[in-house]
């Protein structure tokens, strides 16, 4: 017998009789009305094609949406878990990433002490092309350097002393000598801070054998010398004495000397000539001012000098000469 595929209904039976077929087609009549009937009320209790809910017919929906924010919300950037301090940044600052989070930074303390190469600088190797070979410059510098072009420098330069050795510091001595090179017209010869462990002159002999020996005969030299004291101006003039003078007598440990002198070295025909201002402390505890010219006795170029105290030593003194040609 010959049934349907799903729901296995009778199908009619061309060999039976047609009696016989009438309780079949009921029954399988029957059985199609029963499953219509069924797939109606599974039907009837869908919702149609086209419907909708509203949100307390969703279950939990309004419950979900309540925890959200509005679509609208707006955000700073402090907002943000690991961002600090924005919102009070200066302007231009940035963001940078550190070990607690994006905290604001200028540009310049975020890149920090760094490097560049010269071709990520627009037209430095253009402007450096421009300028001097440091061989150039330095073939310049030697000419400056050169004894054979100083005037020419000094005179390029505008400088009109140039020194002649290094600074001399006389603590601890009793005397310091200075050279007066050939090739010079004229010295500038200065000193500070000269104190005396006693109370006495700073003084000057000269040598005309490169400091072998000095001149210090009792006639040698001759001053003209003024001075400004506490109690008024005083004069003095001598025609012959052992040494020249740079200061009045200082006070022992307490003098603190200052003064600049000039100095011609003199030659065979001129005498040689020192000539200056100093200040300092007497002995007697006043201020003093001491203008002074001094000139040794015969002609001849002087090629050095020796400062010196008439007894005990410098306890501090800083000495300086200079040259111009």
Not at 125 to 147: I, M, N, P, Q, R
Not at 296 to 323: D, E, M, P, Q
Request: glycine letters at 10%; a negative charge; one cysteine or more.
């Amino acid at each position: 017998m010959a049934v349907t595929e799903h729901y296995g209904l009778q199908k009619p039976d061309e060999g039976r009789s047609v009696a016989d077929e009438f309780p079949t087609l009921r029954l399988t009549l029957d059985q199609i009305d029963a499953l219509i009937w069924a797939l109606k009320q599974a039907v009837d209790g869908k919702a149609a094609v086209d419907h909708a809910h509203t949100i307390a017919q969703v279950l939990g929906l309004s419950a979900a949406l309540d925890g959200k924010m509005p679509a609208g919300t707006t955000f700073s950037l402090d907002d943000l878990n690991d961002v600090d301090g924005a919102a009070m940044a200066a302007p231009g600052y940035m963001l940078v990433k550190t070990a607690n989070g994006w905290l604001p930074s200028s540009p310049a303390a975020a890149i920090g002490v760094h490097q560049h190469r010269m071709v990520d600088i627009v037209g430095l190797a253009e402007a450096l092309l421009a300028k001097l070979d440091a061989s150039a410059v330095s073939a310049f510098a030697s000419t400056l350097l050169d004894d054979a072009n100083a005037a020419a420098a000094r005179a390029t330069l505008g400088i009109p002393w140039e020194p002649i050795g290094d600074e001399v510091n006389a603590a601890g001595l009793s005397a310091v000598s200075f050279p007066l090179p050939a090739g010079y017209s004229v010295f500038h010869f200065e000193f500070n801070d000269v104190n005396l462990n006693s109370e006495t002159y700073v003084s000057v002999r000269t040598s005309t054998d490169n400091g072998a020996s000095y001149n210090l005969g009792a006639g040698d030299y001759r001053y003209l010398a003024s001075g400004a004291v506490t109690a008024g101006p005083s004069f003095g003039y001598s025609a012959g004495v052992p040494q020249m003078y740079l200061t009045p007598p200082l006070q022992a440990n307490n003098g603190r000397a200052l003064g600049t002198y000039m100095l011609d070295p003199g030659s065979g025909t001129t005498l040689p000539t020192f000539i200056g201002t100093s200040c300092a402390v007497g002995a007697d505890g006043t201020d003093r001012l001491f203008e002074f010219a001094t000139r040794r006795n015969a002609v001849a170029r002087i090629n050095r000098f020796a400062v010196f105290c008439l007894s005990g030593a410098f306890i501090t003194g800083k000495f300086r000469l200079f040259g111009r040609r």
